[in-house]
Structures are given as C-alpha cells and as structure tokens.
C-alpha cells in the first residue's frame, strides 16, 4: 500500500519568509511525528500527534514552528520568518500505534529539503 | 533520560566480510530499539526492531541484531557486505514506559562504505 508521503520534496525560500511542509500518512494511522535532520545536529523529533489528543510540542525549537493535523490525517507544519539556520530535511513518520507506545515502528516519509537563502 | 550512541561515524568494509556497526542505548527502563537504514536521497527503513522478546532479532537483507541488557548494547552484524548496503545506518531507542515524550531518540549515525 502507499506510504508517507511528503511534499514539496524539495522547497528553496528566502530568509523571512514563511514556508508550509505538509505529510500524509499512511491511511488508517494514529500517530504521526514530525523530524528535523540537519548537518550537524543529526535527526531531532520535533512534534508528535496522536489522534485528538493535545500535541506533544515539546522538540519544536522555537515559536516560529507550529504544526496541526487536520481531520487526525494530513499535517503541516508550518515555519514562520525562516532564518538560514531552519535549512534541514525535514522528516514526516507515522504508526499505527493506539497509545503511542514505543515499541511500535514509525514508517517514515522521504522528508522535504528546505534551504533558506 | 534516553541516549543512544553510536560509536562509529564512519565504516569501510570489503564487499563479502562482515559487517558490525556498534550501537550503546542508555535507557531508564526497558527500551525498544531499532536500526533505521538511509540510502542517499531516500527515506528511512526500517531494519530491525527489538522489543523484548528474543534477544537475537533477525532483520531485512541478512541484518540482525542481539539486545544485551548487560553490556548496554544493540550492534547490527550482517555476514557479508553488499555494495547495495553502503548507506548510513542509524540506531534508535525509545522506552517502553510511557515517559511523557513520545519520540524515537536516534543515534548520530554510522555511514557504511564497501568497497569493491
């Protein structure tokens, strides 16, 4: 069946400007996650949904990211006056897990590479 | 507080020797682990994934892994290399307790080279 899918696969923007990633999971999945890897800082979680539960935020890096799942389906996140330091690949996952429990895999999306110039 | 480290960044190894790429977790509880695989320009796969079940966990390709709780570690073995497996390999943890963050914690990975 279809996986994660992500678009755009690649976005090129200028700093300042806003900027929106977008992820549809697997169909059928609760749960759905949102990664950054840079160079440098290697793959950090960013924010996690689970069906109509409150987001767990806790690894966005500053309130210029936010993200929202509409429908517990497709998510966006959102990047808001892009600084060059927000260049990165940014990584959608998501699992079928009903509780977010650990031990469930995260099927993960070819990621979005955003460069700010 | 979870950490995986990953005590290799870089591998080189011979198409047909084997293949080890070390992986030490440190977890207050009992963790799953995990190995993901990224080739260039494509996502992450899963390999294997451990939770606590056999201590041996068999994988795609020929990979497994052995979970030893003594030793804190989760090294990936394969047999023989293949060129198809030059990639970077990264080794996750997370805890089976619910902990209140519910995300994988990956290691900074290991890029495997095999040379002809």
């Known amino acids: 069946g279809a996986g994660v899918s992500q678009s755009p696969s690649n976005k090129v923007t200028e700093k300042g400007k806003d900027v929106e990633l977008r992820c549809d999971p697997i169909s059928g999945h609760t749960a759905l996650y949102w990664y950054r890897q840079s160079l440098g800082q290697g793959l950090e979680f960013l924010i996690y949904?689970?069906?109509?539960?409150?987001?767990?935020k806790s690894g966005l890096p500053s309130d210029r990211f936010s993200a929202e799942r509409t429908g517990g389906s497709v998510s966006t996140l959102t990047i808001q006056r892009t600084q060059q330091e927000d260049s990165a690949v940014y990584l959608c996952a998501s699992s079928s897990a009903g509780s977010g429990r650990w031990s469930d895999t995260q099927y993960f999306g070819p990621g979005t590479r955003l460069t700010v110039l | 507080a979870q950490s995986v480290t990953q005590l290799d960044s870089h591998v080189s190894v011979s198409e047909g020797t084997p293949v080890l790429l070390r992986c030490n977790y440190s977890?207050?509880?009992?963790?799953?682990l995990f190995w993901y695989v990224q080739h260039p320009n494509k996502g992450l796969q899963l390999l294997l994934k451990?939770?606590?079940?056999?201590?041996l966990v068999k994988g795609i390709n020929g990979f497994e892994a052995e979970f030893k709780k003594s030793e804190t570690s989760f090294h990936l073995t394969k047999p023989s290399a293949h060129r198809s497996d030059a990639a970077e390999y990264f080794c996750v943890v997370s805890d089976q307790k619910d902990t209140g963050r519910r995300a994988l914690t990956f290691g900074s990975g290991t890029r495997l080279q095999v040379q002809p």
């Open positions: 977890s207050s509880y009992s963790p799953s």
């Open positions: 451990y939770t606590s079940a056999a201590t």
């Open positions: 949904f689970q069906g109509n539960s409150a987001p767990d």
